[in-house]
């Protein structure tokens, strides 16, 4: 077994390893409490044996200050008294680069720990050196994201970002996310790129919110070359979000997806997106739930690819799959490879091996099943989404004999990575994967636009939601007569088709209408669209002023008459009030509203 690639999987060994590289140099410093609660002040007490002197410790990090590069404050308990006392100090390091600051509060309560993290925030807001944070193996939380992001939205010169085992939850994956993309903007303002290159966030229970809000961020950035956001307990829907970013991130090396729900659907999504990362060394998806179909797709994905270290283990594939393996990996850098817990059979696990040159799990060890794979169906019937039948592809009849997984799947998947814009329409140099995303961008730099607006949006007019969220990126780029052309070509183009659903949608997002919910599990349910943004809202509200009196548009004026009327915005009121109080519709919006009805009411 090569133990080089099996540190590699394991994030913890990972993450310790290039830690000491940087405690390595010179301009490193960490100061050695001992595993001990560091206290300051009264609290501290000389003959606890398990306590420490922080002032000590303060006064060791004040005369390093103007040269410290990697400040280390691991494996200990600080108070918040010394976090308090030591903001000022990080306030004054402008030559530090990188924060390791995780495992610091071992035994300490939430009180302690949020308020800490708000004020290294706020003292390292205006560093424009800092490349690693790390909060790892911290009680970080949702509130305590919210604490750091004020950092996280400004950090333009942020290349690792380490969350390993932090709890966030889904409303603080979705915060960091906002909190990234806020960034990328941020540096597109300020002519400062935000080049983010490793997002490590496992074990934190980011779930689907989480994961769609950190993919949306990853789409714009697109230099990501590590992305690791294991045992999360994300569902097979929010990983058609993510296989978009991955496609997006052409230079990644890194991806580890294990422990959570990618499933069938996830996985096609994924195999698709893969095509697009001829970097690719490392891919790890053990226990997923991918079986036949999703796990042959992504083998011959990563045929292409420079994938060294594999891990595919207990994913229900059987023969299809090592088949697979045996004709697209032949000839790759393979290093490492786990296939354990598949029905390969112990013959077909020795064939792998033998026929690819590498190494895997001590065979003593593997837990090896047998070839005989029973009639097991990805069953997701709680995702009870519009769906339609992937269309077979490969007319090998074995194949469907073979994989009996025939359930349906997401438009969405069908379309990750297949939509390409050639170079002459959108002005880039290549041939480039067109996410969702990125329609709203290359339909404004589209030089041929009649001819290419119907391929770009193909994909989704099926999904009124997915065409109402490229009308609001449209809305929020219409600041020129050009870009206001786009918009009118657009709608011109979708409202025969999809006008009502299409409008449901937009009225969604600025809240005039409730939006739908599915069920997840049991009594569960999830909401399927968000209310917009403040500032988006604006744009929309603007944008509809203009359209409201267009040609095109007639169909649905009756509709949009009856909405914005005085007597159904009364009703909103009453019926989902706090919606609409936060995002201000009846004050900041009302005079745009009112503006908007009186010009469709005058056609």
């Not at 230099?223 to 997006?248: P, Q």
């Not at 919910?517 to 669209?529: A, D, I, P, T």
């Amino acid at each position: 077994m090569s133990l080089e690639a099996v540190n590699a999987m394991d994030v913890n060994v990972y993450l310790e390893k290039i830690r000491c590289e940087w405690m390595e140099e010179e301009s490193s410093l960490r100061p050695k409490a001992l595993g001990k609660r560091v206290e300051v002040g009264d609290a501290f007490n000389s003959e606890k044996e398990m306590e420490t002197c922080g002032e000590d410790i303060l006064k060791l990090i004040e005369d390093a200050v103007e040269k410290v590069k990697t400040l280390e404050l691991n494996r200990n308990s600080h108070s918040l008294a010394f976090s308090t006392a030591l903001a000022p100090l990080l306030a004054r390091m402008s030559h530090l680069e990188r924060l390791l600051f995780n495992d610091m509060w071992v035994g300490r309560k939430i009180p302690e720990i949020h308020p800490a993290l708000k004020l290294f925030a706020g003292a390292l807001i205006n560093n424009d050196r800092l490349t690693v944070i790390d909060f790892s193996d911290n009680a970080v939380n949702p509130d305590g994201s919210t604490n750091i992001a004020p950092l996280l939205s400004v950090c333009t010169s942020l290349k690792e970002l380490y969350l390993n085992n932090t709890g966030v939850g889904p409303a603080g994956g979705k915060t960091i996310g906002e909190a990234l993309l806020a960034c990328y903007h941020h540096g597109v303002r300020t002519n400062k790129p935000f080049k983010l290159e490793k997002f490590i966030l496992g074990r934190s229970r980011l779930e689907v919110d989480g994961c769609k809000a950190v993919s949306r961020a990853f789409c714009h950035i697109k230099t990501l070359r590590e992305i690791r956001i294991n045992n999360n307990g994300i569902f097979t829907e929010a990983f058609v979000d993510f296989a978009n970013a991955i496609a997006c991130n052409q230079h990644l090396e890194i991806i580890d997806v294990s422990d959570n729900h990618v499933k069938t659907r996830g996985g096609l999504a994924i195999a698709k997106a893969l095509s697009h990362c001829p970097k690719l060394r490392m891919f790890l998806a053990s226990d997923v739930g991918l079986k036949n179909r999703a796990g042959k797709k992504i083998v011959e994905a990563l045929a292409d690819s420079s994938i060294e270290i594999l891990n595919l283990a207990y994913n229900d594939m059987g023969p299809l799959v090592r088949d697979a393996m045996l004709i697209s990996l032949a000839g790759r850098p393979l290093k490492y490879v786990d296939i354990q817990g598949n029905f390969f059979g112990r013959d077909g696990y020795e064939s792998v091996f033998s026929s690819l040159g590498c190494l895997g799990p001590d065979e003593e060890d593997a837990d090896i099943e047998s070839d005989e794979d029973d009639d097991m169906t990805d069953d997701e019937t709680e995702y009870n989404d519009d769906v339609i039948a992937l269309p077979d592809t490969d007319a090998d009849a074995e194949e469907d004999a073979v994989d009996e997984e025939e359930e349906e799947v997401d438009l969405d998947v069908l379309n990750v990575g297949c939509l390409r814009v050639a170079d002459k329409d959108v002005g880039c140099g290549v041939v480039t994967a067109l996410p969702l995303s990125a329609v709203a961008s290359a339909l404004l730099r589209s030089s041929r636009l009649s001819s290419f607006l119907p391929t770009a949006i193909e994909a989704y007019l099926l999904h009124p939601k997915s065409l109402a969220m490229i009308f609001f990126d449209l809305c929020n780029a219409c600041e020129t007569s050009s870009s206001l052309d786009v918009l009118d070509a657009y709608l011109e183009h979708i409202t025969p088709s999809v006008g009502q659903a299409f409008l449901n949608e937009v009225f969604v997002g600025l809240g005039l209408m409730k939006p739908e919910f599915r069920f997840v599990y049991q009594q569960e349910r999830e909401q399927l669209s968000d209310v917009l943004p403040a500032d988006s809202i604006q744009h929309v509200w603007t944008s509809l002023e203009r359209i409201v009196v267009q040609d095109y548009f007639t169909p649905l004026r009756e509709t949009f008459l009856a909405i914005t009327s005085d007597q159904y915005i009364k009703d909103v009121k009453k019926s989902f009030p706090d919606c609409n109080k936060q995002y201000g519709l009846f004050g900041k919006f009302q005079k745009m509203r009112k503006s908007a009805h009186a010009k469709a009411a005058a056609m």
